[in-house]
Nanobody, 124 residues
Framework: QVQLVESGGGLVQAGVSLRLSCAASGHDFSNYGMGWFRQAPGKEREFVAAINWSGAVTNYADSMKGRFVISRDNAKNTVYLQLNSLKPSDTAVYYC?????????????????WGQGTQVTVSS
């Protein structure tokens, strides 16, 4: 059974950094691309970042490029999202997802498994 468990969220002030983690189990983690999405209050879920099976290829939403960094450690079955220079507009629930195949993708339908999410709240 595939499980994805996010952690690392919290309440922080604007300008600081956070690192989110997503621990995967129940499948061969290194065979799949992974992604992060987020959903702010009253808004639809949106793509944040994606990484391919090896970690060599990454993709970011334009608005987050340069501030957020996605990475993975296949030995630990974990994918990370480093959030830098946080803004109040980054307040959202952040979700980790496993893609259906090994590459990268930015649309929700490409991802077959989702975690429960971790709340990030940024105060001004």
């Amino acid at each position: 059974q595939v499980q994805l468990v996010e952690s690392g969220g919290g309440l922080v002030q604007a300008g600081v950094s956070l690192r989110l983690s997503c621990a995967a189990s129940g499948h061969d983690f290194s065979n799949y691309g992974m992604g992060w999405f987020r959903q702010a209050p009253g808004k639809e879920r949106e793509f944040v970042a994606a990484i391919n099976w090896s970690g060599a290829v990454t993709n970011y939403a334009d608005s987050m490029k340069g501030r957020f960094v996605i990475s993975r450690d296949n030995a630990k079955n974990t994918v990370y999202l480093q959030l830098n220079s946080l803004k109040p507009s980054d307040t959202a629930v952040y979700y980790c997802a496993r893609r259906r195949t090994s590459g990268i993708g930015s649309t929700e339908y490409e991802y077959g498994y989702w975690g429960q999410g971790t709340q990030v709240t940024v105060s001004s």
